[in-house]
């Protein structure tokens, strides 16, 4: 068991920054996750945590331990789950396993305990003498997962593990592997870009851009309280409505946001509650069951007709009718509203 | 240390695979006495220019040895093949990837595995057919002939290399009112040329290196190939003209070792099915 | 009006007008002449005449019986399996040193790759040059070098003259097999070698249990190519020795192509060719099973 430390930690593909001055503490124990879209970083950052890539310059600690010079993968106590899961595909299930457990000359007997017990953990010692090309997705998920345990590692890597699933069995694998990690308590860092994923796995999400951490915080406050535009859209399905504020009353060159779930008709609030409200033009509304999305464009007298996009999320509990291409009255808690600098994205307070 | 290893090991495969062809250039260029000392002089080191190398030896080549007129006799031998090869090959490979479904497949397996079947065995029945046809001691033997060899493996090519070009794009044409036909005949050529090239250039290597039907059916100087005549014909009497010989050899080894590297990969791709990206 | 299909959208019959010339030049001049060939071995025919007289298996009989013939044919295997042998060792170590990147790798690849790249002949008698009796620049450096103090007559002396051969023909095909082999280590998923790492596999075994197993199949193809060139291969031998000193390095195609072409005896020529047979098919069923093999996966 061990946290991780990341200092300024750069990688330079020529002309490209794929991980540009990372700092990060990873704490003993706790499940991180890296978030972010292709490009951004998160899987190299993660290849130069394991040792498969060598970093420009930066320093990288597992526990006490230096590792960003020379230490090979092996020695750095990490074990790894890659995204196609890397099972050999000569070896059976039972041999895959053991397979780090050979490397490192573990006696035969214990050998074959450790995995034994490995299988158990995951319900899959009926496929110890099954070949991978005979495993489901799934199962094949498992076994990359008990290959990576029987190493004791101090840390866990994973690469999007859950991507090459079926989208029924990403939310029971997901719960599959918060509890299991809940059990072990062993560090692991998550790279995933479904923010979904994110957000119901990360004890803390890093979200990353461009090579640079974006914000990192704990699933609440990323949502609740984005640090720019960027993350404000970045997590949260469907994304943050932005809009450029016309309120005289806030400094020029503002945008605010609000999410779409605090978007609501006029009429469900109470006189009490301190809303903004909307004119807001319906242009088309989806119905998808537990939600209504609601979409069109806002209407500010005097100003000419705005032609960004702007979504409510109703609950199914409210059951007002909206007709399609007519205006209602829709507000937005002043709580709930967000406001960042329109040229640099940054939050701003009120 | 590894570092060493490695460029100990790289060092040697190349002297191992290159040394013959350093050996032919020394040769080609080398004065004849400055050649032709007894390898058990040790005082005399073979491996370098003892005496200022000279033009002589690519002089008598050219000047007078039938080399240009072999080296003509390839060239229309593979102007010819080639022609053959892709006219019947490249619509063979065609119609089993795209119009003969799955036993299409069996049956191109089937015409790869002709291209197994060694000359070595060909050339007793062949040497009656060509005398039925007279076409013995001639250019038109080796015409008739090496598509035999090239036919099969290129018919291979094609079908392997259209595999792994999506056929999206015929199948849209075809919506967009062309006959079958019409595709075939307008469309798909742009999209098979890379596999056309790859039938040109192994064609052509394959005509460049043949000895054996070479050997068989020809046996006037004057209507030898390259291949054929340098190793057998370039010889005065009892005497091997070294020097002619090593010139020979590398003017004719250079452009092949440029093509085949330009076209290893796609080679390989043929070679192993396809199941090997190369 | 809805354009009627006519014969140019028939896809079958397209497709048979396209494969047939391939398939009838296949059938015509390498499945009837294949035929022929074993046909002939059973005959008495010359090539001086057309006469094609049934000679049942006397040919055989006679091949059989020749020590010239049984000597090649035990040449033919010792060259295959020797060259062969010498190919798989050599391609994989260069192999490894090619996937490495290092300066000058780019002209290292060019000098690997140019004995496949020349023509057979031109090959054959610049090793004929190399292993000269009098001019032999091997011998001149093993002499120089202080690791040779007699004198070699490489084309002179039976043994010598075989391991020459061994030796021309490994020269010439281990580039090819090389490339193959380098193909196919890089078609071995990264994350598979990479999880290897992780899981602390050392280079050796890595190499051995990891990479080796799945290169199998590529490295079977090599092989069999491999075979199939050596053993048929009619080029280095005729040129080295040309069967020689005495009959005694004569391989299966340079016999058959002394005694059917230059003896004019098609009969006994066809059967010796025959008895190349048995290495083609069993090379043939092995490229098969590999084929399905890999189309199968082993993923």
């Known amino acids: 068991m061990a946290g991780i430390e990341i200092r300024n930690l750069r990688k330079h593909f020529g002309d490209l920054h794929a991980v540009d001055g990372v700092t990060l503490s990873i704490r003993d124990g706790e499940f991180l996750v890296l978030l972010g879209s292709s490009g951004s970083g998160k899987t190299t950052l993660l290849r130069m945590i394991a040792g498969l890539e060598r970093p420009t310059s930066g320093e990288i600690l597992i526990g006490d331990q230096r590792v960003d010079g020379d230490v090979p993968p092996r020695a750095r106590g990490i074990a790894m789950v890659f995204q196609s899961y890397a099972l050999y595909p000569h070896r059976t299930v039972f041999q895959n396993i053991a397979f780090p457990l050979e ?100 004890d803390r999400i890093v979200v990353m851009e461009h090579g640079k951490v974006r914000q990192v915080g704990t699933p609440q406050e990323v949502y609740e309280d984005p640090v720019d535009t960027f993350v404000a859209t970045f997590v949260g399905q469907p994304p943050m409505n932005l809009l450029e504020a016309r309120d005289p009353s806030l400094p020029p060159r503002t945008v605010v946001g609000f999410r779409p779930e605090h978007f609501l008709p006029n009429s469900v609030f109470g006189s009490a509650d301190d809303t903004r409200t909307f004119r807001f033009a319906v242009r088309r509304v989806e119905y998808l069951g537990s939600d209504r999305y609601v979409y069109g464009s806002v209407v500010e007298p005097g100003a000419p007709p705005s032609d960004v996009t702007v979504i409510a999320k109703l609950p199914a509990t409210i059951a007002l009718s909206i007709p399609e291409g007519e205006t209602h009255e829709f507000a937005v808690p002043r709580r709930a509203l967000r406001y960042f600098d329109a040229d640099t994205g940054l939050k701003r307070a009120p | 240390m590894k570092r060493v290893a490695l460029y100990a090991a790289a060092l040697g495969f190349v002297l191992f695979a290159g040394f013959p062809f350093y050996w032919m250039l020394i040769t080609a260029f080398k004065q004849n006495r400055d050649l032709y000392v007894g390898a058990t002089d040790l005082s005399h080191i073979p491996w370098i220019f003892n005496d200022p190398p000279t033009l002589d030896h690519v002089k008598l080549l050219l000047g007078q040895t039938e080399f240009p007129r072999w080296v003509l006799n390839t060239l229309v031998v593979v102007v010819a093949v ?73 018919t291979w090519l094609v079908m392997g290399f259209l595999r792994s070009v999506p056929w999206e794009i015929e199948e849209q044409a075809m919506i967009d009112g062309l006959s079958r036909l019409a595709v075939i005949l307008k469309v798909a050529p742009r999209l098979i040329v890379p596999g056309i090239l790859t039938v040109i250039v192994f064609t052509f290597t394959l005509v460049l290196q043949e000895f054996v039907y070479a050997l068989t059916f020809i046996s006037s ?45 796609r080679f390989i791709q043929g070679f192993t099915m396809g199941a090997v990206k190369g | 009006m809805t354009p009627r299909r006519t014969v140019a959208d028939r896809e079958d019959v397209l497709g048979a007008l396209m494969l047939a010339p391939s398939l009838g030049y296949v059938i015509l001049l390498v499945g009837v002449p294949f035929a022929f060939a074993i046909l002939l071995s059973f005959s008495d025919a010359t090539a001086g005449s057309l006469h094609f007289g049934w000679a049942g298996l006397r040919n055989y009989a006679a091949i059989l019986g020749d020590p010239i013939f049984l000597r090649a044919l035990k040449n033919s295997a ?67 070098t202080g690791l040779m103090h007699g004198w070699l007559y490489w084309l002179g002396d039976p043994t010598l003259a075989l391991l020459a051969i061994i030796i021309v023909q490994a020269w010439r095909i281990f580039p090819f097999a090389t490339v193959i082999v380098l193909a196919g280590l890089s078609s071995i998923p990264q994350e598979i070698v990479e999880a290897a790492i992780v899981d602390g596999a050392g280079f050796w075994r890595r190499l051995i249990q990891v990479e080796l197993p799945l290169l199998m199949p590529v490295v079977a193809v090599a092989v069999l190519f491999g075979v199939v060139y050596t053993a048929t291969d009619l080029g280095v031998v005729y040129i080295l020795t040309g069967g020689g000193p005495a009959n005694t390095t004569h391989v299966l195609p340079t016999l058959a192509f002394q005694r059917g072409i230059l003896g004019a005896d098609l009969g006994q020529g066809a059967a010796i060719a025959v008895f190349l047979l048995p290495f083609l098919i069993v090379v043939a069923v092995a490229m098969l099973r590999l084929a399905r093999h890999t189309e199968v996966g082993a993923r």
């Open chain 1, 103 to 202: 490397a490192a000359r573990v006696p035969r007997k214990q050998i074959d305990e450790k995995v034994r017990w490995a299988a158990e953990l995951f319900s899959i010692t009926r496929y110890l003498d099954r070949y991978p090309r005979q495993l489901s997705g799934g199962e094949r998920q498992r076994v990359a997962l008990c290959r990576a345990l029987v190493r004791d590692p101090k840390v866990f890597l994973l690469d999007e593990p859950l991507a090459n699933l079926d989208a029924k069995l990403r939310n029971t694998a997901r719960d599959d592997l918060k509890r299991f990690q809940r059990q072990i308590q062993t560090t692991t860092v998550y790279v995933t870009h479904d923010q979904v994923e994110a957000m119901g796995l990360g």
């Open chain 2, 82 to 154: 080639v022609v053959i090869t892709v006219a019947v090959a490249v619509p063979a490979g065609y119609s089993l990837a795209r119009l003969v479904g799955r036993w299409g497949e069996r049956l191109g397996m089937g015409i790869f595995f002709t291209y197994l079947i060694p000359p070595t065995l060909l050339f007793v029945p062949f040497s009656r057919l060509i005398s039925l046809l007279h076409l013995q001691d001639s250019l038109g033997a080796l015409i008739l002939i090496y598509p035999t060899m090239t036919i099969p493996f290129c």
């Open chain 2, 221 to 265: 100087v004057d209507k030898m190939t390259v291949s054929l005549g340098v190793p057998i014909a370039l010889v005065r009497g009892d005497v091997y003209h070294w020097g002619a010989l090593m010139a020979a050899a590398l003017f004719t080894s250079i452009p092949l070792a440029i093509v085949y590297n330009a076209f290893m990969d």
């Open chain 3, 78 to 144: 010792i060259v295959t399996v020797g060259s062969q042998v010498l190919v798989v060792v050599l391609a994989t170590a260069a192999a490894q040193v090619l996937r490495a990147t290092f300066r000058g790798k780019r002209l290292a690849r060019f000098v690997l790759l140019l004995p496949w790249a020349v023509p057979v002949s031109l090959a054959a008698i610049a090793w004929t040059w190399i292993f000269d009796s009098t001019f032999s620049v091997i011998n001149w450096t093993l002499k120089a």
